[in-house]
């Protein structure tokens, strides 16, 4: 046994989220894109939706609009949620369900509280990701997994629970397929508890209290905090009461990103044509 455990993973950064209105006026907690800091590759967005509590019909998604270049990736911890796409895609998210949208070449969708849950008011919360694509793959054509909350990888544990939806942590490895090296967790710690994962050599990690507060090594992460982790093996442990937690992996991808608001690509001309492409309707059109 040493004192010093150099493969110790440490908190190399802490960014604080910022609130922004999407949707149809709906407020998120946003550590990025900012004016201060536009990704962590491969990582674009990072959305933290609720908890949060609406009335009877003032429930509020997203209307149509576009994607093109990247994945958005949703994860449910509360509440319904019903999606509809131009490729005639429909389909409801509860709790602990993801769905992994593959926009590729490009697809119209809207997203929101579903109709049932519009009507009786209810809760939200929930984690939208978006996962760039590498330059290979940004025209693919569009693909969706579901992914639901049975499928994933589980392990529960003293006063810890484990699932994996992405890639392997913890010793588990999830249901979701991905385009480049991700890797998706969710850990519930009670006060005290821990849990131990080697991370993958060369990917980016960040880990975000989705509710309550966590320790990594010395440094206490609050909520609204995205931590960025650096170190061969991470250990998290619980603060009081306790912690619904988020780690991400991801092996950067390296190329330049050109982005505005629903398209990344690489190039500012490849920009320029997916709004030509947009306003022509070549991404489908609505189907209600
Ligand atoms: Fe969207």
């Known amino acids: 046994m040493t004192d010093i455990d150099t493969d110790t993973a440490t908190v190399?950064?802490?960014i604080r989220a910022q609130r922004a209105v999407e949707g149809d006026g709906f407020v998120v907690r946003r550590p990025f894109p900012t004016t201060m800091l536009s990704h962590l590759d491969p990582f674009l967005l990072f959305d933290h939706m609720g908890p949060m509590e609406f009335a009877a019909g003032e429930g509020v998604g997203t209307p149509w609009h576009p994607h093109r270049g990247f994945e958005t990736v949703t994860y449910l911890l509360e509440g319904e949620v019903e999606h509809r796409d131009s490729l005639g895609n429909h389909?409801?998210?509860?709790?602990?369900?993801t769905q992994w949208m593959t926009a590729g070449s490009g697809v119209l969708h809207k997203e929101g509280p579903s109709q049932a849950a519009q009507a009786a008011g209810g809760r939200m919360h929930g984690l939208q990701l978006w996962v760039n694509l590498p330059a290979a793959e940004k025209m693919s054509a569009p693909a969706y997994q579901d992914l639901r909350a049975e499928a994933n990888a589980r392990r529960d544990q003293d006063g810890s629970s484990v699932r994996v939806i992405a890639g392997r942590l913890?010793?588990?490895a999830g249901p979701g397929s991905t385009r480049t090296p991700i890797s998706y967790a969710h850990v519930s710690l009670?006060?005290?508890?821990?849990?131990?994962?080697?991370?993958?050599?060369?990917?980016?990690?960040?880990?975000?209290?989705?509710?309550?507060?966590?320790?990594i090594g010395n440094t206490q992460v609050d909520e609204g905090i995205l931590a960025v982790v650096e170190g061969t093996e991470l250990t998290v442990r619980g603060v009081a009461p306790s912690s619904e937690v988020i780690v991400l992996t991801g092996q950067p991808i390296g190329e330049p990103v050109a982005r505005y608001?629903?398209?990344v690509m690489n190039t500012e001309g490849e920009l320029r044509q997916a709004f030509s492409d947009f306003e022509r309707g070549r991404f489908g059109t609505p189907d209600d």
């Open 170 to 172: 913890f010793g588990l």
């Open 91 to 97: 389909g409801f998210l509860n709790a602990g369900d």
């Open 12 to 14: 190399s950064r802490l």
């Open 190 to 215: 009670a006060a005290g508890a821990e849990v131990t994962t080697e991370l993958p050599a060369g990917h980016v990690v960040l880990a975000y209290p989705l509710t309550g507060a966590f320790r």
């Open 261 to 263: 608001g629903p398209f």
